[in-house]
């Protein structure tokens, strides 16, 4: 018996200046954290040649269209593995063309809805 993948459910939601200056810092310390790994594993990078304005946005996407991010717990968290999970996840999922979301799953940073 297959299982059916549901749709993630949708949030519509402004980000607050909180929201946009955690996403800010979350970008730049991805972008840091990438570089190191990028470094440990090869000259390649996951994220290609995007930089944290792309980063940033993608972040603001996924956080305000589609799954309600937990912000603060992703920028304090000593879990680098799945930080950069969640970070390369969101940056090959979000659609650039229409926005819309690409990914199979849910980023492991989502808030649980009640």
Partial sequence: ??????????????????????????????????????????????????????LTMDLTVCHSKHFKLRLSEMLK????????HDIYMIAGSVNKETLGWDGLGSPRFTKASK
């Avoid at 800010?24 to 594993?41: D, M, N, S, T, V």
């Avoid at 968290?77 to 950069?84: A, C, G, N, P, Y």
């Fill in 1 to 54: 018996m297959k299982t059916k993948l549901k749709p993630a459910k949708t949030t519509k939601q402004t980000p607050s200046a909180e929201d946009y200056r955690l996403i800010g810092k979350i970008a730049k310390r991805a972008i840091k954290l990438e570089a190191k790994l990028a470094w440990w594993g090869g000259p390649h990078s996951l994220l290609g040649d995007r930089g944290q304005t792309d």
């Fill in 77 to 84: 968290t000593k879990d680098t593995f799945s930080l950069m």
